[in-house]
């Protein structure tokens, strides 16, 4: 982990909103039903993620417990409550793309605006860079404009859209794909 988060990492929320303070710090088994409350309500409302299934809270735990080291998951909390999460997966199977990551932020809708997710994606991005990975690729979907401007604040680029590849909320969904890399050579 990175020293910047070995340390406490307490932070005062953005000038006009709630004074409570927000800490990122590594998720531990006792988040699983937070995260599965914030991520769920992704799956029933937007184009954030494909899934049209709810995650159970067995899935969730297991999806939690399945993540350590580089693959660890964040989660933003406020006075106590967690109002975020975000992680890094495994871009493919394959060998020769281990040095290659995907990322995923989710910020529950109460606490959206806040700066949450600006912070989660640095913190995870620190994260992937201190632990030895290439590239970050992010896959968003549905014209998640907040999402696509989040990531290219901290330097992604648009390296495609992946048109009509999902179905969800009665229509076809397309998928913007965008990559930082950190050394480019």
């Known amino acids: 982990m990175p020293r910047n988060l070995a340390r406490s990492t307490a932070a005062r929320a953005p000038r006009g909103l709630p004074s409570a303070t927000m800490e990122v710090r590594l998720a531990r ?9 914030i991520y769920n309500h992704a799956v029933r409302t937007s184009t954030a993620s494909f ?6 809270t067995k899935e969730q735990e297991a999806w939690l417990a399945d993540r350590s080291g580089a693959f660890s998951v964040l989660v933003a909390s406020n006075d ?6 975000a992680s890094l997966s495994p871009y493919k ?3 020769a793309y281990r040095s290659t990551v995907e ?17 989660l994606l640095g913190d995870l ?6 632990s030895g990975f290439h590239s970050v690729i992010a896959r968003i979907g549905g014209e998640n404009e907040a999402s696509i401007a989040l990531h290219v604040k901290h330097g992604f680029n ?3 859209v992946e048109r009509q590849v ?9 998928v913007t794909v965008l990559q930082v890399v950190f050394d480019d050579h």
């Open 51 to 56: 899934d049209l299934v709810e995650r159970t």
């Open 158 to 160: 648009e390296v495609g």
């Open 166 to 174: 999902g179905r969800k909320f009665g229509r076809w969904q397309d």
């Open 93 to 95: 199977e394959r060998a």
């Open 80 to 85: 106590g409550e967690v109002v975020g999460f």
């Open 103 to 119: 990322d995923s932020v989710y910020v529950d809708a109460a606490h959206r605006g806040q700066g949450i997710a600006d912070r």
């Open 125 to 130: 991005l620190a994260i992937a860079r201190s």
């Open 29 to 37: 088994l006792e988040d699983a039903e937070a995260i599965r409350t």
